[in-house]
């Protein structure tokens, strides 16, 4: 394998960097990718540089994506803003061949986004079940926590790793990637020069500012809701109405990344629960011991009822995308066990290095150790599982991790979303009842089924995540088995680093959502999930089913079940900013008659937004370490208790919006 000098870098990092043009369409018979690296000469991956800044990016990420999801309940992609930060620093450095080792940054630092996916849609279910129990002794520690996350973080690098060839390659120009596609033009682009990093630094400024000063200085309120005045209250009590939003600049660069249309479906979910569902129930509907429900506050018929059908609704999603992606199951089976008899050793060292895998005898020896490992954690982690629960806790990983690696991927590569919460759902509701069969009940059954959840989760986030990275190498020409190897260096880190956090943030803020504590509103629907499973009580199948079924109609009319279920779940709060966002990223992609100033515009949009989305997060981590330090800053109550933050919260979040919007616009032709 021939190895580039140094002039030979130079030049070419000199020359015009481009995608090639059947990058994004199908092959014609006998047409070959070739990526913009060449296979068969070898260029700088992995180094000191790469390693360290990867690190960082993993670490930073982690605790900035645990906040936004415990917070907020949305997860960004840290993927294109790591992406960025990557080139800027590159071209700040002036590194020779920045853009191989960009490829390898990203991929070890994106390790981040997908673990905290993983950790925190179920583990603080085990926190949130404490707190509704006070007299319930539920002991999780950190290192249950870490490994719980490096586990299935580790799981699903092994089982991915047989399917890369399908998705990124056999597979080309059939799946969309979005995610990929713009993480890849955005490396592609910076190996031109970092430019972009300075506006991203900017607007992350700009959001981590806002944020910060909303939540550590309380200047204005978080939330923008008709029950600030007398007569919306009123409105509350009397029709069970309310209109509420977050005013954080996170949810707003959320939504403009989500795009109009899905936050459109997110917010029609909401709608239904909040203004359909719980004023019908407030004036109509008995509780279960006969008292009327007009007495009780919406919160709390949402809360107890509405959510309960969005769960429903969430878990036939699940289901729906298994049957979907049957077909591609045992496709990928077959080309696991055909495309890699001959992959191993020497036929392995014989490929050019784009084609190399990891070999399937260290993925065979790599799948033993963590069954060992593993086995090993559930029988002397605290977890009291006798010998017969620690096989039976291995088959449910091992199998759900199996089954839904494809689900996972396969979502990500078509729609750029992983519908992982809903899959956790399922395997947490069967998993339940398979524990509790052998045995394994009351609080040590609900700690196990949730770390087992967490588990499976962290993998099939990891699947999902690791999909898009691999199909970047692929797209830019770098060598997967680099990229395999350190991603595992990318998810202990990540691991370490938000099982820290959650920590952190269950301590500092606690988990009623109510009175200003973290929504996390994935691991409260496992919470519900669980509980009532293993403490013998008798789950709202009912409600259950009712969402089941809306589910199951959405999708046979074409709209997206689970992003309109995880509306119905996720309180209103966090889904209308995201439609406010959404409908932004459609205003400034549509306001020119020149579709090329559209899309300058909506790729501006997109930086923008990322930047607001990453520095509210990472400030916002800041925030939870001056809270639980007790250092924040309290205003006189004649203010907090006056209509003052109120109003200013409506002021500040017209200002932030329309920074997006007149930023987004001013673009010309040569960016």
């Known amino acids: 394998m021939e190895n580039l000098d140094e002039n030979t870098i130079v030049e070419q990092a000199e020359q015009e960097v481009r995608i090639p043009d059947n990058a994004y369409t199908e092959l014609k018979e006998g047409e070959e990718y070739k990526p913009i690296l060449m296979a068969e000469k070898k260029y700088p991956e992995l180094n000191a540089w790469t390693i360290v800044w990867g690190i960082i990016m993993a670490i930073i990420f982690s605790a900035a994506t645990a906040y936004a999801g415990l917070r907020f309940g949305q997860v960004f992609e840290a993927a294109i803003p790591i992406a960025i930060i990557a080139v800027g620093a590159s071209t700040i450095a002036k590194r020779k061949g920045a853009l191989s080792e960009n490829v390898l940054i990203q991929s070890i630092g994106a390790s981040s986004g997908v673990i905290v996916a993983g950790a925190i849609f179920t583990l603080p279910a085990i926190y949130i079940i404490q707190e509704n129990n006070p007299g319930m002794q539920l002991n999780v520690n950190f290192f249950q926590i870490f490994l719980a996350s490096l586990f299935g973080g580790f799981l699903g690098i092994l089982f991915l790793i047989p399917f890369r060839k399908y998705f990124v390659s056999d597979m080309h120009g059939k799946y969309p990637f979005p995610e990929a596609t713009a993480t890849t033009e955005i490396l592609v682009s910076g190996a031109k020069g970092g430019s972009q990093l300075k506006l991203l630094l900017i607007s992350g400024l700009v959001g981590g500012l806002y944020d910060f000063f909303m939540t550590s200085f309380h200047f204005w309120s978080e939330n923008i809701s008709t029950r600030m005045t007398a007569w919306g209250e009123q409105l509350a009590m009397n029709h069970k109405f309310v209109f509420n939003m977050s005013g954080t600049g996170i949810l707003l660069g959320t939504g403009y990344l989500i795009g109009l249309k899905y936050a459109t479906i997110i917010c029609a979910g909401s709608f239904l629960s909040w203004w359909v569902i719980v004023p019908l129930l407030g004036s109509y509907g008995v509780n279960p011991d006969g008292t009327l429900m007009s007495t009780m506050d919406p919160s709390d018929i949402y809360k107890n009822y509405a959510r309960m059908i969005g769960i429903g609704g969430i878990a036939m999603a699940g289901i729906l995308g298994v049957i979907k992606s049957a077909g591609v199951i045992k496709t990928s089976m077959g080309t696991i066990f055909k495309g890699n008899k001959g992959s191993v050793d020497n036929a392995q060292q014989k490929m050019l290095r784009t084609q190399r895998d990891i070999s399937m005898k260290i993925i065979l020896f790599g799948f033993l150790g963590l069954l060992a490992v593993m086995g090993i954690f559930f029988a002397y982690g605290g977890l009291q599982m006798n010998l017969v629960q620690v096989i039976v806790g291995l088959l449910i990983v091992f199998l759900f991790a199996f089954l839904f690696t494809t689900v996972a991927a396969t979502a990500i590569a078509t729609v750029g979303s992983n519908p992982v919460s809903g899959m956790t ?29 967490g588990i499976v989760c962290s993998a099939l986030a990891m699947a999902g995540g690791f999909i898009t990275d691999l199909k970047i190498g692929y797209w830019i020409g770098s060598s997967p088995y680099k990229q395999q190897g350190f991603k595992f260096i990318g998810t202990l880190v990540s691991a370490l680093t938000v099982g820290a956090v959650i920590m952190l943030l269950s301590k500092t803020y606690g988990y009623d959502a109510n009175n200003g504590g973290l929504v996390a509103p994935q691991a409260n629907a496992m919470a519900a999930i669980v509980e009532p499973l293993m403490s013998g009580q008798g789950a709202p199948w009912i409600l259950y089913i009712i969402g089941a079924v809306i589910a199951l109609l959405l999708d046979m009319i074409g709209i997206p079940a689970l992003a309109f279920s995880l509306g119905m779940f996720i309180p209103l709060q966090l889904n209308i900013p995201l439609l406010v966002g959404g409908g932004i990223a459609w205003f400034v992609s549509t306001r020119s008659k020149d579709p090329e100033i559209n899309k300058l515009r909506k790729d501006k949009g997109t930086l923008l937004a990322s930047g607001l989305l990453a520095g509210a997060a990472i400030f916002g981590v800041l925030s939870a370490i001056l809270a639980s330090a007790k250092l924040e ?34 673009v010309k032709k040569q960016e």
């Open 425 to 453: 759902m399922m395997t947490l509701i069967l998993s339940s009842f398979i524990l509790a069969a052998v045995g394994l009940k009351g609080t040590a059954g609900m700690v196990t089924a949730l770390i087992v959840g």
């Open 633 to 666: 800053l309290n205003l006189p109550k004649s203010y907090t208790d006056s209509s003052w933050p109120g109003i200013c919260a409506i002021v500040m979040y017209v200002a932030l919006c329309a920074y997006l919007i007149l930023h987004s616009m001013n």
